[in-house]
């Protein structure tokens, strides 16, 4: 059986650094932490909630998001700012846990949520924004190394 990922799932993250507020995951996301999925776009039944977000303990996740560019000074020359590009982050999470069921409001047009949780390395909220998930089905490991790409 081959890995393919099976959808690409915007994922809301809920709680903050200690657990409360939004923008973070709950438990700081230190060695990952539960956060809430969301269907990617808007559903109109209980069974396209269902679908799109059928995931399993021990599946693999990965988050991707960016790091926004950074002002870092001044062109002396034209006077323009000078800003970082910015970064993708990419990162592999295997699901602990997951929320019995689906939740959908019934309403036509909204997402499908269920709570899973992480385990993975930490993923920093307070810098990555856009961050989104895809569950590949059928991984049974990962490996992780970074590679230095040649301009």
Request: charged share 20%.
């Amino acid at each position: 059986m081959s890995a393919s990922p099976r959808s690409k799932i915007p994922l809301a993250l809920t709680g903050g650094p200690e657990g409360g507020g939004t923008g973070g995951r709950t438990g700081g996301g230190v060695t990952g932490g539960e956060v809430l999925l969301e269907t990617n776009g808007g559903v109109n039944t209980q069974e396209q909630a269902d679908e799109q977000l059928d995931i399993h303990t021990n599946e693999w996740i990965m988050l991707m998001g960016t790091i926004p560019p950074t002002r870092i000074g001044v062109d002396p020359l034209t006077g323009n700012p000078v800003s970082t590009d910015p970064m993708h982050v990419f990162k592999w999470y295997r699901v602990a846990d997951i929320e019995a069921e689906v939740t959908w409001s019934g309403v036509s047009n909204t997402p499908g949520q269920r709570f899973v949780t992480l385990v993975g390395p930490d993923w920093d909220t307070s810098q990555i924004t856009n961050t989104q998930a895809v569950a590949i089905e059928g991984a049974i490991a990962v490996m992780e190394r970074t590679i230095r790409l040649e301009q």
